[in-house]
């Protein structure tokens, strides 16, 4: 699976978008896009996945550049409780035999009120 | 709906006992998965299954045992703990085309 690189960590003021860019600059054209937070410690939960399309659902938007070498993950308003760590990885679907999510240190969001 | 249930919440364990960590699923996902996480970290998988009776090795399978006897069963065992294997440890399970499903995970302290 590529590599990915985010920012160490990010803040945005409660009420405002919060865009959060990912780097994936070796991602192969049959790779997704997946986004997942971990909010203190919790299980980490899946938001979002794309492939070349952008992408939107009720928890976040997906941009994803045409060349498919970085995204941005867009919290369109923001919350307190969306303080977090967010991860960017990149993985072949439905790859049978590899489960690996490759998980790297991610962007950590804090939401100033 | 229970989704991913990871069992016990938190352990304390003596170096050298050994112990089970219990996952289970309720979703008829074929994939289930055991993460570390060390503090600052990223989660690094361990042991990983695509099916009742399949298992394969992660990235640090070391120290760690896994089976799947059931579809809806995944137990990681430690059969001999050691201080580096003090970390909080997460199952998570999904379907081929389906995202992850994580549970809450188990937060291991061996002294």
């Known amino acids: 699976d590529a590599k990915t690189t985010q920012p160490t960590s990010m803040d945005c003021a409660e009420g405002r978008a919060a865009n959060l860019p990912c780097n994936h600059s070796?991602?192969?054209?049959?790779?997704?896009v997946y986004w997942y937070r971990q909010i203190h410690s919790q299980g980490p939960q899946y938001i979002i996945h794309g492939l070349k399309n952008n992408e939107t659902n009720e928890m976040a938007s997906l941009i994803i550049t045409e060349d498919r070498k970085s995204s941005t993950l867009i919290l369109p308003h923001a919350t307190l409780r969306d303080t977090a760590v967010y991860y960017c990885i990149v993985r072949l679907i439905s790859n049978f035999g590899n489960e690996k999510l490759t998980f790297g240190t991610g962007t950590r969001l804090t939401i100033i009120p | 709906n229970a989704g991913v249930t990871q069992t016990p919440k938190f352990q304390v364990l003596k170096t050298g006992q050994s112990m089970t960590l219990q996952c289970a699923q309720d979703?008829?996902?074929?994939?289930m998965s055991w993460y570390r996480q060390d503090p600052g970290m990223g989660l690094r998988l361990i042991h990983y299954?695509?099916?009742?009776?399949?298992?394969d090795q992660g990235e640090v399978p070391n120290g760690y045992n896994v089976s799947r006897s059931t579809t809806e069963d995944f137990p990681l065992r430690l059969l001999s703990a050691a201080p580096s294997q003090t970390s909080v440890y997460f199952c998570?399970?999904?379907?081929?085309?389906?995202?992850?499903?994580f549970g809450q995970g188990t937060r291991l302290t061996v002294v």
């Open positions: 998570a399970s999904r379907n081929r085309d389906s995202e992850a499903f």
């Open positions: 979703m008829n996902h074929e994939y």
């Open positions: 070796t991602i192969s054209g049959n790779e997704y």
């Open positions: 299954s695509v099916g009742a009776g399949i298992t």
